[in-house]
T-cell receptor, first 115, second 112 residues
Framework: KAGVTQTPRYLIKTRGQQVTLSCSPISGHRSVSWYQQTPGQGLQFLFEYFSETQRNKGNFPGRFSGRQFSNSRSEMNVSTLELGDSALYLC??????????????FGPGTRLLVL | DQQVKQNSPSLSVQEGRISILNCDYTNSMFDYFLWYKKYPAEGPTFLISISSIKDKNEDGRFTVFLNKSAKHLSLHIVPSQPGDSAVYFCAASAETGNQFYFGTGTSLTVIP
């Protein structure tokens, strides 16, 4: 079974631009979560989607948004990029998300650099 | 607020010895706990998990211990190998929730 895939793997943008990141979950998984990891920080939860609905959102500004499609693929968008948005963005999938002893599986991440 | 905490940012251990990574949590509703291993520029890889109905789970060189009364879990790696050098994250979830909560990670260095 193929793992979680994320595209692109690396991205360089300038301040003020916007960016869209893509995530394809493991086949059969319906929950997709997004995390931001910056140097010295843990995994900061952005949001979680299940069956095309955002069920949970972390403490990030409205510039960060996402969506999920009917095939469970998900996209994350960051508008008006700031230097502080430079980070590794991780996508993770699970069948139901955080219930009944589920395990979440991560993709390789997208490394975003904002100049 | 940080509901899952890893108070040791780094740990160095000699090859062949035991590595013990610790994690504390505050939410008594958490009933499932996981450990992930992460290499630089890669996504975290699932390592081992434990349900709150158990106090120990073992998988090869890796053992996770759970002390519910202390809200504490630990990951033991025996024997430690240089390839174990990575950042280790603990995570927790609750049956009634829909989110995983992660600690800030502990960077393990195994010295050959």
């Amino acid at each position: 079974k193929a793992g979680v895939t994320q595209t692109p793997r690396y991205l360089i943008k300038t301040r003020g631009q916007q960016v869209t990141l893509s995530c394809s979950p493991i086949s059969g998984h319906r929950s997709v979560s997004w995390y931001q990891q910056t140097p010295g920080q843990g995994l900061q939860f952005l949001f979680e989607y299940f069956s095309e609905t955002q069920r949970n959102k972390g403490n990030f500004p409205g510039r960060f948004s996402g969506r999920q499609f009917s095939n469970s693929r998900s996209e994350m968008n960051v508008s008006t990029l700031e230097l502080g948005d430079s980070a590794l963005y991780l996508c993770a999938s699970s069948f139901l998300q955080g219930r009944g002893g589920e395990t979440q599986y991560f993709g390789p991440g997208t490394r975003l650099l904002v100049l | 607020d940080q509901q899952v905490k890893q108070n040791s940012p780094s740990l160095s251990v000699q090859e062949g010895r035991i590595s013990i990574l610790n994690c504390d949590y505050t939410n008594s509703m958490f009933d499932y706990f996981l450990w992930y291993k992460k290499y630089p520029a890669e996504g975290p890889t699932f390592l081992i998990s434990i349900s709150s109905i158990k106090d120990k789970n073992e998988d090869g060189r890796f053992t996770v211990f759970l002390n519910k009364s202390a809200k504490h879990l630990s990951l033991h790696i025996v024997p430690s190998q240089p390839g174990d050098s990575a950042v280790y994250f603990c995570a927790a979830s609750a049956e009634t929730g829909n989110q995983f909560y992660f600690g800030t990670g502990t960077s393990l260095t195994v010295i050959p």
